[in-house]
Nanobody
């Protein structure tokens, strides 16, 4: 049974930084894609960032490019999202997800992922 558990969310002020973590347990420990999405109230789930395995190519949504950095520690089965220069519009629940199969689905689409975490709330005040 694959489980993903996010942590690191919280309430911060605009301009602050946060680092989210996603601990992955179960499965083969080799994922094709690991990603972060976010969802604000009354909005669709939005792609934030993804990292491929192997090769560790990274992908970012336009709204976070230059501010957020995705990384992973394979030895710890943990993925991270370093978020700098946070803005009030970054307020959302953040979800991590992994793709466990080969797929032609783009990394920025939710259907390209097989397992999801429960989410962690990030609130940025102005």
């Amino acid at each position: 049974q694959v489980q993903l558990v996010e942590s690191g969310g919280g309430l911060v002020t605009a301009g602050d930084a946060l680092r989210l973590s996603c601990a992955v347990s179960g499965g083969t420990h080799s994922w094709y894609i690991m990603g972060w999405f976010r969802q604000a109230p009354a909005k669709e789930r939005e792609f934030v960032a993804a990292i491929s395995w192997p090769g560790r190519s990274t992908f970012y949504g336009d709204s976070v490019k230059g501010r957020f950095t995705i990384s992973e520690d394979n030895a710890k089965n943990t993925m991270y999202l370093q978020m700098n220069s946070l803005k009030p519009e970054d307020t959302a629940s953040y979800y991590c997800a992994v793709r466990a199969r080969t797929s032609t689905d783009p990394v920025y689409t939710t259907q390209g992922y097989d397992y999801w975490g429960q989410g962690t709330q990030v609130t940025v005040s102005s």
